[in-house]
């Protein structure tokens, strides 16, 4: 796993790779506006090959949305796989307790 930075230290430049699958995920929360309400999509993409690991969707870009999330995600690995994680929303991937 690596992280890899091209040219100067701007916003949006930082390259993310994975040597092998479950190594490191990337996720985020993104809202789209529909006729009915908004939605929201939590997700997880393996940087390995781009794929999308585990999702979630609700209405509120809380941590329900993030902790549903990360549920289907964490039953995903084999048990010798130890993935990190990448987001930056920490607020709402903070575990409680």
Same mark, same amino acid.
């Given at each position: 796993?690596?992280?890899? #930075?091209?040219?100067?230290? !701007?916003?949006?430049?930082? #390259?993310? #790779?994975? %040597?092998?699958?479950?190594?490191?995920?990337?996720? %985020?929360?993104?809202?789209?506006?529909?006729?009915? *309400? !908004? @939605?929201?999509?939590?997700? @997880?993409? +393996?940087?390995? *090959?781009?794929?999308? &690991?585990?999702?979630?969707?609700?209405?509120?870009?809380?941590? $329900? =949305?993030?902790?549903?999330? =990360?549920? @289907?995600?964490?039953?995903?690995?084999? $048990?010798? $796989?130890?993935? &990190?994680?990448?987001? +930056?929303?920490?607020? #709402?991937?903070?575990?409680?307790?």
């Amino acid at each position: 796993m690596r992280r890899e #930075r091209r040219g100067a230290r !701007k916003p949006g430049k930082l #390259r993310f #790779r994975a %040597d092998s699958p479950n190594q490191l995920g990337l996720t %985020d929360i993104t809202e789209s506006s529909i006729p009915a *309400d !908004k @939605v929201c999509l939590s997700s @997880v993409i +393996d940087c390995f *090959d781009g794929m999308c &690991v585990a999702w979630a969707q609700s209405t509120s870009p809380n941590a $329900e =949305l993030a902790s549903a999330m =990360l549920g @289907v995600a964490a039953s995903k690995p084999h $048990e010798s $796989e130890r993935p &990190v994680g990448h987001g +930056d929303r920490g607020c #709402r991937y903070r575990r409680s307790g």
